[in-house]
């Protein structure tokens, strides 16, 4: 098994089960054009998500990266009726290309993007939440800055209730992972945040191994079951 064989494999599950959209098509298309990194999910991980945000019922919607946006639709459009999706961006062109695409995707109206850095936007969350009445959010997806991961499922569950699903994506790094020694800071980033999953006793979490067009790496899940 390779690469190769992984993409191929990748290109014929997308067709079955997530075939091409306009609307996501146009905004790795533009994202490209602008020059951002190519590190969105693939359809079939974007199609994944959706459907565990459809299962958890999820009527707010916590991301923290956005990048181009195209994660967000793909989340955003499992949002029950009446629900919203915040998301955080560090890169205030980065928010600029996803507004232009979830526009496009007919989302602007469920979808707050919210430019900042993600530590410094997600107390302001929380004040909302206790001062303004706002919902806990029922599914979060943690794809930024790997350093931090740890902090973002902190933050994840504080603004969370019992139900939420937490799902953190690249946790595996090629297999970096389970080297203890590694001095990678995404890499020690990583550990800490799989730690703490295995030991807060609010959560219950298991993280898989996957492979395909974006190469070998991972992604967690956990479940907010106490408050």
Do not use: C
Not at 13 to 31: F, G, K, N, T
Not at 172 to 178: D, E, K, L, T
Not at 214 to 220: C, F, H, R, T
């Amino acid at each position: 098994m390779n690469q190769e064989q992984w993409s191929t494999v990748d290109d014929y599950l997308d067709r079955q089960l997530a075939p091409h959209d306009d609307a996501l098509d146009h905004a790795l298309r533009a994202s490209a054009q602008a020059g951002l990194p190519d590190i969105a999910v693939a359809a079939n991980q974007g199609k994944f998500l959706q459907l565990l945000a459809r299962l958890a019922g999820a009527r707010r919607i916590l991301e923290i990266g956005t990048l181009g946006g195209y994660s967000t639709i793909w989340l955003a459009r499992a949002l029950l009726p009446g629900g919203r999706l915040t998301t955080l961006e560090a890169e205030p062109a980065h928010a600029e290309i996803a507004r232009d695409n979830l526009d496009r995707a007919g989302l602007a109206e469920v979808v707050d993007v919210r430019v900042g850095r993600a530590l410094d936007v997600l107390p302001a969350l929380r004040d909302e939440q206790r001062d303004a009445g706002a919902a806990p959010f029922d599914f979060a997806f943690i794809d930024a800055d790997k350093v931090n991961n740890p902090h973002y499922v902190r933050w994840a569950l504080e603004l969370g209730r019992p139900g939420t699903v937490i799902v953190v994506d690249n946790v595996v790094r090629g297999g970096a992972v389970a080297d203890s020694n590694s001095g990678d800071p995404s890499v020690r980033g990583t550990r800490e945040m799989l730690d703490l999953l295995r030991t807060e006793p609010r959560l219950d979490a298991t993280a898989i191994q996957t492979v395909g067009t974006k190469g070998y790496d991972g992604l967690a899940v956990a479940l907010v079951v106490t408050p």
